[in-house]
């Protein structure tokens, strides 16, 4: 049961990534039919307009279909880790409740079972965590083990999570690089129509400045916003991650206070007179 869910949310990006590409690669051409229907007569109107923005984008060259991919991913990885790292799937509430009230009845076997049945994070680290409650060590109910058996969990776990948030430092770094790549390209154009033309031609040559200057301003334009959700995401997940190791601290507290209840009275000093 949960490697299927595990699976789907593995593949789940990768669905969206492909459903917005198919998108993209099919609307330039939708664009352009729109573009064919107008009459002969608006030819002059539509060379005095102002360029649009997908005008501009066409401008920067090869090199803005790599960026595109690499926006696209970056706004998928974004929507996609703002439904995945949310309180409600990594310590829902209803949860909580009834793992610290179990566990401050000791009810370490209703606690598990309440755990296996919440596909949450905290679900699946008690769920694993738990069963290594030691009843014969009343003092600290086996707490050794069962911080081992959570640390283990998140290391093995932990992983799956950060490797989508890791995605955007690579989009950001890559970003740029590609822009600088389409900036060499639309300069070594210009030079050469510089060269061949002596600048008889400043249109051609406008162009691939232009070219050179639009893929500069992408690349960036993409890579910006990464940072930001790269830092913002890790941060996020790092908060939720600890949030529901407290909550198994708390539940061991509970347990642990729960049974040495009468040990802890014995220890009050006695013989104090009240006056």
Not at 23 to 30: H, I, K, N, R
Request: charged content about 15%.
């Amino acid at each position: 049961m949960l490697d299927k869910k595990s699976f789907v949310r593995t593949s789940l990006p990768w669905l969206i990534i492909g459903l917005v590409l198919m998108f993209v690669f099919t609307a330039p051409e939708l664009f352009a039919q729109d573009d064919g229907g107008t009459g002969g007569d608006s030819t002059e109107e539509v060379a005095e307009a102002p360029p649009t923005l997908w005008t501009k984008i066409k401008q920067g060259g090869w090199a803005m279909w790599p960026l595109a991919v690499l926006s696209i991913c970056m706004i998928t990885l974004a929507v996609y880790n703002f439904m995945q790292l949310t309180r409600g799937k990594f310590i829902p509430p209803a949860l909580q409740q009834n793992v610290l009230a179990n566990m401050m009845d000791v009810r370490v076997r209703s606690a598990i079972e309440a755990s296996a049945a919440d596909p949450s994070y905290l679900g699946r680290m008690l769920a694993s965590s738990l069963p290594f409650v030691d009843a014969t060590d009343p003092e600290t109910l086996g707490r050794e083990k069962v911080e081992d058996a959570i640390a283990d969990f998140s290391v093995k776990e932990n992983p799956s999570y950060m490797s989508w948030v890791g995605y955007f430092s690579v989009i950001a770094q890559a970003s740029p690089m590609i822009g600088l790549l389409g900036t060499v390209s639309g300069m070594i154009k210009a030079f050469d129509l510089l060269g061949a033309t002596g600048g008889a031609n400043p249109a051609k040559m406008a162009a691939a400045i232009g070219e050179a200057l639009m893929t500069t301003a992408t690349g960036l334009v993409v890579a910006l916003p990464c940072l930001f959700f790269f830092y913002f995401f890790k941060n996020r997940f790092a908060v939720l991650v600890n949030s529901a190791h407290e909550t198994a601290a708390q539940a061991m507290e509970a347990a642990i206070a729960t049974v040495n209840a009468d040990q802890q009275l014995a220890k009050v000093p006695e013989g104090i007179s009240e006056g």
